[in-house]
């Protein structure tokens, strides 16, 4: 007890420092961010609420021209790079990276530290120009774009430096007296297309990675999204200002095609988030270079209901599920299936919701919805409604329009449930990426399990049972990057995890160790353990020219090293011994005759 005595005392007194230590506030500089050209000041003219549409190639000028979807008012325009202007971005971020790959962690977790900071306490004006940008209601800002970038960078923070440092590993029975780790080091330049559903998070996603990993970055947001990234871009190169980060580290560029293919043939690595088709475009651009791909394609997510839940409580969160994501332009909950035994209380109960759902302009009001980002879409979603309404499917409930004004287009579109579907509906075997509700029962778990499996997508799903052991062997038959338990997109949140699908949804993985590691040149390296007075020696019979026995040798090693049975190995050693000393007995004879 007196050896032990000490140790508990010196523990606890180190406990007790660190929880003052966490008392005490950390230094963290503010930062300035001019945010002159995101704050509506309602000074528009009337001639700026003209609709221009912005569709296909043909669309596409020397502009990227910007508005809100909500009301088409006019936001900004900006430039329509061309190949060689991204290159030149590109070879600005390449030496900026060059001196900010000798930074220190200390310095990049300043740099996290500064922009949470700013963005703790400028939710309002981040959430507002993303909801300005995209539609999106501020709550629904504040769950897809704060919280989750918040929640990556204290990860980053916590962990970051921990899973960049070399990691060591197991040299084997041969290498033995070798030591063999795994280096981490930055690729150069990364370039990032992202979508325009999270304009803020799809930013600083791929960029937090890239820069606390040591690398540049190139962003080229969407063309639908191009306002509010472009300002963001400004919050990052403030906060890598005030800690002394070379200029130029990072860039948001803006454009249409032509500009994302220039991207992909001059960077180190690509990261894509976007639809299928663009991501085989990007995939087959990037073997030109062979440079490493990482594809987030979205998906049609399974949302499988079984018979001992508590339905209430379960349709809360479908109803969520599908308003949270597909309602903010986002591939979410999009096929539901629910046992047979609970469908008609879980369909009650969902409609209820859903026809309480009222969709107005985002900053007009309180809404639940706000308008649809993509030009046109709605029609594409009514249209994928119309097609199952004709084979047969009923809808049972739509939410309501709120006062949209004047001024309000053809953006918006009310959630909507429909029974009675099938796969040979396109609703069940496109992606939506809209706010639709399509029910279909099953009546065992294997037919859950099958229907689920049943598409060209496999990004996630989510798996309710009163029995959790059950919900997890359904989800752990599911062709899927990400599955929830008992629960809808938590694992979002839980930076700490991988995120990315199979089959069209895509492949690679962003987030997590696995997304902060793919940010780097994975390098191994083998070394002598104790060197100078250990090295590897190539054994005599072995030697050029190689001695008679030299197969007999060898034959003898690999069993003396691998075999299975402990006596058949040492016999096998007894025989490398006695070649070894019968090698060494001639060379000695052969010496001395000379």
Same mark, same amino acid.
């Given at each position: 007890m007196a050896f032990w005595w000490p140790l508990i005392v010196l523990g606890f007194a180190f406990l007790i420092c660190k929880l003052l230590l966490m008392l005490i506030p950390p230094n963290v500089p503010s930062i300035d961010v001019y945010a002159g050209d995101v704050l509506d000041d309602g000074n528009q003219t009337k001639e700026n609420y003209i609709y221009i549409p912005r569709r296909g190639r043909a669309a596409q000028t020397d502009r990227v021209r910007c508005y809100e979807p909500a009301t088409m008012k006019y936001l900004g325009d900006f430039p329509a790079l061309i190949s060689d202007q991204v290159k030149e971005h590109v070879a600005d971020a390449r030496k900026a990276q060059k001196a900010w790959a000798k930074s220190t962690f200390k310095q990049r977790r300043q740099f996290l530290r500064i922009l949470l900071k700013y963005i703790i306490e400028h939710q309002e004006l981040i959430c507002q120009t993303s909801s300005r940008d995209t539609g999106k209601t501020m709550v629904d800002a504040s769950l897809g774009e704060i919280m989750t970038t918040c929640e990556k960078i204290t990860w980053l923070l916590a962990e970051g430096e921990m899973w960049l440092?070399?990691?060591? $590993?197991?040299?084997?029975?041969?290498?033995?007296?070798?030591?063999?780790?795994?280096?981490?080091?930055?690729?150069?330049?990364?370039?990032?297309?992202?979508?325009?559903?999270?304009?803020?998070?799809?930013?600083?996603?791929?960029?937090?990675?890239?820069?606390?990993? *040591?690398?540049?970055?190139? !962003?080229?947001?969407?063309?639908?999204?191009?306002?509010?990234?472009?300002?963001?871009?400004?919050?990052?190169?403030?906060?890598?200002?005030? !800690?002394?980060?070379?200029?130029?580290? !990072?860039?948001?560029? &803006?454009? =249409?095609?032509?500009?994302?293919?220039?991207?992909?043939?001059?960077?180190?690595?690509?990261? =894509?988030? @976007?639809?299928?088709?663009?991501?085989?475009?990007?995939?087959?651009?990037?073997?030109?270079?062979?440079?490493?791909? &990482?594809?987030?394609?979205?998906?049609?997510?399974?949302?499988?209901?079984?018979?001992?839940?508590?339905?209430?409580?379960?349709?809360?969160?479908?109803?969520?599920?599908?308003?949270?994501?597909? *309602?903010?332009?986002?591939? @979410?909950?999009? $096929?539901?299936?629910?046992? $047979?035994?609970?469908?008609?209380?879980?369909?009650?109960?969902?409609?209820?919701?859903?026809?309480?759902?009222?969709?107005?302009?985002?900053?007009?009001?309180?809404?639940?919805?706000?308008?649809?980002?993509?030009?046109?879409?709605?029609?594409?979603?009514?249209?994928?409604?119309?097609?199952?309404?004709?084979?047969?499917?009923?809808?049972?409930?739509? *939410?309501?329009? @709120?006062?949209? @004004?004047?001024?309000?287009?053809?953006? =918006?579109?009310?959630?909507?449930?429909l029974v009675n579907v099938d796969h040979t509906m396109k609703l069940m075997q496109e992606e939506a990426f809209g706010p639709i509700m399509p029910i279909m029962k099953f009546s065992s778990d294997e037919e859950a399990i099958k229907l689920a499996n049943d598409s060209n997508y496999g990004l996630g799903c989510a798996v309710f049972s009163g029995n959790q052991r059950r919900a997890r062997e359904i989800a752990s038959q599911l062709n899927c990057g990400v599955a929830a338990i008992n629960d809808f997109a938590s694992n979002y949140m839980c930076q700490s995890l991988p995120f990315g699908g199979v089959k069209h949804s895509g492949f690679g993985r962003f987030a997590g160790i696995e997304g902060l590691r793919a940010?780097?040149?994975?390098?191994?390296? !083998?070394?002598?353990?104790?060197?100078?007075?250990?090295?590897?020696?190539?054994?005599?019979?072995?030697?050029?020219?190689?001695?008679?026995?030299?197969?007999?040798?060898?034959?003898?090693?690999?069993?003396?090293?691998?075999?299975?049975?402990?006596?058949? $190995?040492?016999?096998?050693?007894?025989?490398?011994?006695?070649?070894?000393?019968?090698?060494?007995?001639?060379?000695?004879k052969n010496a001395r005759r000379n």
């Open positions: 440092k070399p990691e060591y $590993r197991s040299s084997g029975r041969a290498m033995m007296h070798k030591r063999s780790k795994v280096e981490f080091h930055p690729l150069g330049v990364i370039g990032a297309i992202v979508s325009w559903n999270y304009p803020f998070h799809n930013i600083l996603n791929p960029m937090l990675a890239a820069i606390f990993s *040591g690398n540049g970055v190139v !962003v080229k947001v969407s063309e639908h999204a191009s306002w509010s990234g472009c300002f963001y871009a400004g919050i990052v190169q403030a906060a890598l200002a005030a !800690v002394g980060a070379p200029e130029n580290l !990072v860039h948001v560029i &803006t454009g =249409f095609a032509e500009t994302g293919e220039a991207l992909v043939s001059s960077v180190d690595k690509i990261i =894509f988030v @976007g639809s299928p088709g663009v991501g085989k475009m990007i995939m087959r651009s990037a073997s030109e270079s062979l440079i490493p791909v &990482t594809l987030e394609l979205g998906g049609k997510d399974a949302f499988i209901v079984c018979e001992d839940v508590d339905v209430p409580h379960v349709a809360q969160i479908a109803a969520r599920g599908v308003l949270q994501s597909s *309602g903010q332009n986002c591939a @979410g909950a999009e $096929r539901f299936y629910v046992h $047979r035994d609970v469908y008609s209380s879980f369909v009650a109960q969902v409609v209820k919701i859903i026809k309480a759902v009222c969709v107005g302009p985002p900053l007009a009001g309180k809404y639940d919805m706000g308008a649809i980002c993509m030009p046109g879409h709605a029609e594409r979603l009514q249209n994928l409604v119309n097609d199952a309404v004709d084979k047969g499917a009923e809808i049972v409930g739509r *939410g309501s329009f @709120g006062n949209l @004004g004047e001024d309000a287009v053809d953006q =918006f579109f009310p959630p909507t449930i940010c780097c040149l994975v390098k191994s390296v !083998v070394e002598d353990r104790w060197w100078p007075y250990i090295k590897t020696k190539i054994p005599k019979p072995i030697q050029y020219p190689v001695a008679e026995n030299s197969f007999e040798f060898q034959e003898s090693l690999v069993e003396a090293l691998y075999g299975l049975n402990i006596w058949d $190995r040492l016999r096998a050693l007894v025989n490398v011994l006695k070649i070894l000393s019968e090698k060494n007995s001639t060379t000695a």
